[in-house]
């Protein structure tokens, strides 16, 4: 294969759920960059739309579309709507996801009081938010016997993080239906589709940063821990993120499927000693 093909990605179509934030957002305007046709679904419709005008003000081609990764029915519609106006998916980005301070422990709230229905929500977030949407789209691609998944997962899926826990035992899923589904579309599908997932270190976002930063914007004492934990000495920007995607979608890692890539600064190296 020649060296400019390894990450040639112009002309395929690409679904990223939750492409509204900060991360996937940015997920969305680098594949645009390479020629990538992409569908921005979010929540919100406004988020989506901020993204894909920005995308489209670049040159590049993005639909922005209103989708709820807990319902089936609203998945379909905006399926439908990529479809139609994009053509068949290639490329499907597991973004959306998030936490809760009410599945998080703290001073004020003990791991003996957390309400189920706050774990229920974060679990479902983020995995159910990524089997619902793997169902509808990966269906889409198991028609054409080809395609490729990347899901988001994190740190907190490795090393569960203190306080955190709804949202680590969320991420831990993520990583497990990787693999399961990599293995299940390759053996029971098409072995042209593969799934893999990046783990994300630590990188400020709107959800998290009750736990990094206090009301003066300085670090808390657990950012200050995360930062000194991290070999490289800093927080996750967007654009570290971005490698990592292109290489996973592109035909460079054409062999790679069921693997759960980190990106975090050499956080999962360091024993802390």
């Given at each position: 294969?020649?060296?400019?093909?390894?990450?040639?990605?112009?002309?395929?179509?690409?679904?990223?759920?939750?492409?509204?934030?900060?991360?996937?957002?940015?997920?969305?305007?680098?594949l645009a960059a390479r020629g990538v046709k992409?569908a921005v679904l979010d929540l919100s419709a406004?988020?989506?739309?901020?993204?894909?005008?920005?995308?489209?003000?670049?040159?590049?081609?993005?639909?922005?579309?209103?989708?709820?990764?807990?319902?089936?029915?609203?998945?379909?519609?905006?399926?439908?709507?990529?479809?139609?106006?994009?053509?068949?998916?290639?490329?499907?980005?597991?973004?959306?996801?998030?936490?809760?301070?009410?599945?998080?422990?703290?001073?004020?709230?003990?791991?003996?009081?957390?309400?189920?229905?706050?774990?229920?929500?974060?679990?479902?977030?983020?995995?159910?938010?990524?089997?619902?949407?793997?169902?509808?789209?990966?269906?889409?691609?198991?028609?054409?016997?080809?395609?490729?998944?990347?899901?988001?997962?994190?740190?907190?899926?490795?090393?569960?993080?203190?306080?955190?826990?709804?949202?680590?035992?969320?991420?831990?899923?993520?990583?497990?239906?990787?693999?399961?589904?990599?293995?299940?579309?390759?053996?029971?599908?098409?072995?042209?589709?593969?799934?893999?997932?990046?783990?994300p270190g630590f990188f400020e976002t709107a959800?998290?940063?009750?736990?990094?930063?206090?009301?003066?914007?300085?670090?808390?004492?657990?950012?200050?821990?995360?930062?000194?934990?991290?070999?490289?000495?800093?927080?996750?920007?967007?654009?570290?993120?971005?490698?990592?995607?292109?290489?996973?979608?592109?035909?460079?890692?054409?062999?790679?499927?069921?693997?759960?890539?980190?990106?975090?600064?050499?956080?999962?190296?360091?024993?802390?000693?």
């Open positions: 294969m020649p060296r400019d093909s390894l990450f040639d990605l112009d002309g395929r179509v690409a679904v990223l759920t939750g492409g509204g934030g900060v991360l996937v957002g940015a997920m969305a305007r680098e992409v406004e988020a989506a739309e901020t993204v894909a005008a920005g995308i489209r003000e670049a040159g590049g081609t993005a639909l922005a579309a209103k989708a709820n990764v807990l319902e089936r029915e609203s998945l379909e519609t905006a399926a439908a709507a990529v479809e139609a106006e994009l053509g068949p998916v290639d490329i499907l980005v597991n973004g959306a996801g998030g936490n809760s301070p009410k599945a998080t422990t703290s001073d004020t709230l003990s791991f003996f009081d957390i309400p189920p229905d706050a774990l229920r929500f974060v679990v479902d977030l983020n995995l159910v938010g990524t089997v619902l949407p793997s169902q509808v789209f990966g269906r889409r691609m198991g028609e054409r016997g080809e395609g490729c998944i990347v899901n988001v997962s994190s740190m907190n899926s490795f090393r569960p993080l203190t306080r955190i826990l709804g949202y680590s035992a969320a991420k831990a899923a993520i990583n497990n239906f990787t693999q399961w589904l990599a293995v299940h579309l390759a053996q029971n599908v098409s072995p042209r589709i593969r799934v893999n997932a990046i783990a959800q998290n940063r009750f736990l990094l930063r206090g009301e003066d914007g300085e670090l808390t004492d657990r950012g200050r821990q995360i930062v000194a934990h991290t070999p490289m000495g800093r927080f996750g920007e967007p654009a570290d993120l971005l490698g990592a995607l292109v290489w996973l979608v592109s035909p460079a890692a054409g062999f790679v499927s069921g693997v759960i890539v980190p990106v975090d600064g050499g956080f999962s190296a360091f024993s802390g000693v």
